[in-house]
């Protein structure tokens, strides 16, 4: 079966689900949604998936610019995995609505636990912690990759009603403010001016300025410039700067960098 998955990634968790995914399938093409966001139209496929982190227990908005440009009718089955901390909410719902009226469905959606990347709240859970992780999530995978192989229909899977109910309305109140909230990151001392944050940045948003990071207000929260900054110089808040930073340890600054479009 062809397929395609495209993927946005912002501590290699994403990359690492759609990778694995890929392996299982065969005959699949990885493609960046940032490397890809302004194309109105896609290759024709057997079957189109979308492989994205939870944002405040939503669809990122780099998500749905995406596909609000694309083109209907591009393949005859879509499926998503939505990466998260175990709270997924109605993400995939959520998702589900917004390509109906693009023309598409979702037919099957699924939610994959992976360790957290969110800092301002905690940080990197302990690596024993992590493998448990990483290791029930590749076996769900599997179990995703037969479902996609026999284009089974079934409802995205989500999370408990009222966390669904509350999650939701949280998502609803801070959607509109995202972008600024980058107003609470900064560059301490120990920055070097390096410009990985720049570089990696999904959607641009930094630029270095008299040799520190400024951040320009369209923020998509993926954490990718705190957590990969290799001098752990970027903070956020008050009290990131003693926390341990998370990044999928079998993705590489490298394959990051491949996963962000030129300027």
């Given at each position: ?14 990359l ?42 939503g669809v ?15 393949s ?9 901390a ?14 109906i ?9 699924f ?14 859970i302990a ?13 769900k ?23 669904n ?10 959607f ?32 270095i300025?008299?040799g ?21 110089a ?14 999928h ?10 996963c962000?479009?030129e300027?």
């Amino acid at each position: 079966m062809n397929t395609i998955i495209y993927f946005y990634t912002g501590t290699g968790n994403s990359l690492w689900t759609a990778r694995k995914l890929a392996v299982q399938l065969g005959n699949t093409e990885l493609v960046p949604i940032p490397a890809a966001k302004n194309h109105s139209t896609v290759a024709r496929a057997e079957a189109i998936g979308f492989v994205f982190p939870v944002h405040i227990w939503g669809v990122p908005k780099l998500v749905i610019d995406f596909i609000n440009r694309l083109e209907s009718g591009s393949s005859d089955y879509h499926f998503a995995l939505a990466v998260n901390a175990g709270q997924v909410a109605a993400t995939l719902v959520q998702l589900k609505k917004i390509l109906i009226i693009k023309g598409y469905d979702l037919d099957a959606g699924f939610s994959i636990d992976m360790p957290s990347n969110y800092i301002p709240w905690s940080g990197a859970i302990a690596k024993k912690k992590q493998q448990i992780k990483f290791q029930q999530a590749e076996e769900k995978i599997g179990r995703i990759a037969k479902i996609i192989e026999a284009q089974r229909k079934l409802a995205p899977e989500k999370g408990p009603l009222w966390q669904n109910i509350l999650f939701s309305y949280f998502y609803r109140k801070s959607f509109p403010h995202i972008h600024k909230m980058d107003k609470s990151f900064r560059a301490d001392d120990k920055c070097d001016s390096c410009r990985i944050c720049e570089k990696i940045c999904p959607v641009h948003n930094i630029l270095i300025v008299d040799g520190k990071p400024l951040w320009q207000h369209h923020c998509e929260q993926c954490f990718a410039c705190l957590q990969w900054c290799p001098q752990e110089a970027i903070q956020y808040g008050k009290n990131t700067n003693k926390k341990k930073r998370y990044r999928h340890p079998d993705i590489s600054l490298k394959d990051m960098l491949l996963c962000v479009s030129e300027k």
